[in-house]
Nanobody, 121 residues
Framework: QVQLVESGGGLVQAGGSLRLSCAASGSIFSINTMAWYRQAPGKQREVVATITSASSTDYADSVKGRFTISKDNAKNTLYLQMNSLKPEDTAVYYC???????????????WGRGTQVTVSS
């Protein structure tokens, strides 16, 4: 069993900052790529930022220069530092990990349950 638990969401005013965390636990052999996604009401889930095992990062155009993805390999924890938040950043933010549970198991995606981020104008 693998669990991903997000934390750090909340209500913040426009221009403010939040730091999201995602702790991965359970039967984890190795982690390939981790990512943050978000889903606003009435919209499809979209990728926000990704980080590879080599710590290469990529961002959606809408968050470039404002959000920073990072990870602590020793703690199997993913972070998303969000600065200069805008009302359009309001969404449920989900963590995804692409990982192996054993040395010979295929890579598989695991998702957290999400954390709500609300940005007021």
């Amino acid at each position: 069993q693998v669990q991903l638990v997000e934390s750090g969401g909340g209500l913040v005013q426009a221009g403010g900052s939040l730091r999201l965390s995602c702790a991965a636990s359970g039967s984890i052999f190795s982690i390939n790529t981790m990512a943050w996604y978000r889903q606003a009401p009435g919209k499809q889930r979209e990728v926000v930022a990704t980080i590879t095992s080599a710590s290469s990062t990529d961002y959606a155009d809408s968050v470039k220069g404002r959000f920073t993805i990072s990870k602590d390999n020793a703690k199997n924890t993913l972070y998303l530092q969000m600065n200069s938040l805008k009302p359009e950043d309001t969404a449920v933010y989900y963590c995804k990990a692409n990982l192996r549970t054993r040395w010979n198991s295929p890579l598989r995606d695991y998702w957290g349950r999400g954390t709500q981020v609300t940005v007021s104008s």
